[in-house]
């Protein structure tokens, strides 16, 4: 087995190499060498991926645009929407809290006998005012009963009773609602 080569160093040792601060100082000098080199390899590569970098935010920034005039385009459809659609909530508010007489008309109609006969009929959003006539006194009490059952009406006034010869009973009458 070959020994090993010595080698042989002419410059003899100076003190501060022997040293421990010598020591200390000479790794730095060598490691610091290949941090140097590992920093810079970083600072080049985050400068050449800054060509990326601003290559995707100008492509971004393009794109951005690009939504923004569309959505510019349709601005005014979207105005005229939303006036449309304010427009129709409005009616709907309106048509939701209007006076329906048709379904008053149908709950009088349920209690009226036929031989009860309404002649004039006035109606609007508090009470219903009526004259009518009836052949009996029974027709006129059932009509008053009935009406007074119905949770739908909080009071019903007889204003006017007079008999008629030909017509029978006449009244008049006023229902609150």
Request: aromatic letters at 6%; zero cysteines; charged letters at 25%.
């Amino acid at each position: 087995m070959p020994a090993r080569a010595r080698t042989i160093n002419l410059l003899p040792l100076s003190g501060l190499e022997t040293s421990f601060w010598g020591k200390l100082l000479k790794w730095a000098i060598t490691s610091g060498r290949y941090i140097i080199i590992v920093t810079e390899l970083v600072v080049i590569l985050a400068f050449l991926s800054r060509f990326k970098l601003d290559s995707d935010l100008v492509n971004l920034n393009e794109e951005i645009n690009g939504k923004v005039n569309i959505l510019n385009g349709y601005a005014p459809l979207e105005q005229e929407f939303i006036q449309r659609q304010a427009r129709l909530e409005a009616l709907d508010k309106l048509l939701a809290g209007r006076y329906s007489p048709r379904d008053k008309m149908d709950k009088l109609a349920e209690k009226v006998p036929p031989e009860l006969k309404l002649a004039i009929l006035d109606m609007d959003q508090e009470k219903i005012t009526s004259e009518a006539n009836s052949l009996g006194e029974q027709a006129l009490g059932t009509f008053i009963t009935g009406l007074g059952k119905d949770p739908t009406w909080k009071s019903i006034e007889l204003t006017q009773v007079s008999e008629e010869p030909l017509k029978g009973i006449k009244f008049s009458l006023v229902i609150k609602e």
